[in-house]
Nanobody, 118 residues
């Protein structure tokens, strides 16, 4: 069983919306932070949005007011609602969980492709 499983990627036109989902395995406990990262071709993987265990969120400047990270604890799922998509949002999107008590570990999903056409 995968620890994190993303879904919801696809091909959309500029201005449209997509919602990514990340199913979190119940085997991951003491989660301190959930996050979405993205990696465009030829670029490094960068953080897009974070959701801490206290409920606080943070976003990279380029997606503020367009993207929203949220979670459904009953479904053990984290979402990334993406509105007003732009071609520069094209990337593979990865779900990340940072968990642990004394020592923290990073968990990654396999990634889901988001392509925005102009």
């Amino acid at each position: 069983q995968e620890d994190l499983v993303e879904s919801g990627g696809g091909l959309v036109q500029a201005g449209e919306s997509l919602t990514l989902s990340c199913a979190v395995s119940k085997s991951i406990t003491n989660i301190k932070r959930m996050a979405w990262y993205r990696q465009a071709p030829g670029k490094l993987r960068d953080v897009v949005a974070t959701l801490s265990s206290d409920g606080s969120t943070d976003y990279t400047d380029s997606v503020k007011a367009r993207f929203t990270i949220s979670r459904d604890n009953a479904k053990n799922t984290v979402y990334l609602q993406m509105n007003s998509l732009r071609p520069e949002d094209t990337a593979v999107y990865y779900c990340n969980a940072r968990a642990g008590t004394i020592r923290q570990y990073n968990y990654w999903g396999q990634g889901t492709q988001v392509t925005v056409s102009s």
